[in-house]
C-alpha cells in the first residue's frame, strides 16, 4: 500500500486540487487494499482446507477443518491487513497538492 501510495502521489494530488475530500482518498484507498487483502484471504482459506488433510500429522490438538481455528487466523490476519492500508492511507490525506504535482 505505501508503494501504490507513492506511484499515485501526483494523481492523490490533483484528485486534492481539485476538491476531493481527505475521506474520499483514503476510503479509495481502503477500498482498493480491502479488495486485495478479502481475495488473499479467501485464497488462503481455500488453499489450507485443501492441505490440511495431507497435513493432519502434523496437527496436534486440532481437527484439520476446526473453524474456529480458520476464523481466529482469518480475522486476525485481516485486521492486520487493515491496519497496513490504513497507515499509508493516512499519510496520503496530509500531500500537498502542489507539491505533488511538481514533483514528478
Do not use: F, K, N, W
Not at 487466523?73 to 497507515?87: F, H, K, S
Amino acid at each position: 500500500m505505501a508503494y501504490m501510495v507513492a506511484h499515485r502521489r501526483r494523481e492523490i494530488g490533483i484528485r486534492i486540487a481539485l476538491g476531493a475530500h481527505p475521506r474520499q482518498i483514503l476510503y479509495g484507498g481502503l477500498r482498493s487494499g480491502g479488495v486485495l487483502i478479502v481475495l488473499g484471504a479467501g485464497a488462503g482459506v481455500v488453499m489450507t482446507a485443501a492441505v490440511s488433510r495431507t497435513l493432519r500429522a502434523l496437527l496436534y490438538g486440532i481437527e484439520p477443518l476446526d473453524m474456529t481455528s480458520y476464523v481466529a487466523a482469518t480475522t486476525l490476519l485481516l485486521a492486520v491487513g487493515l491496519a497496513a492500508c490504513l497507515i499509508p492511507g493516512r499519510s496520503t490525506t496530509s500531500i500537498d497538492p502542489t507539491e505533488a504535482i511538481r514533483r514528478q
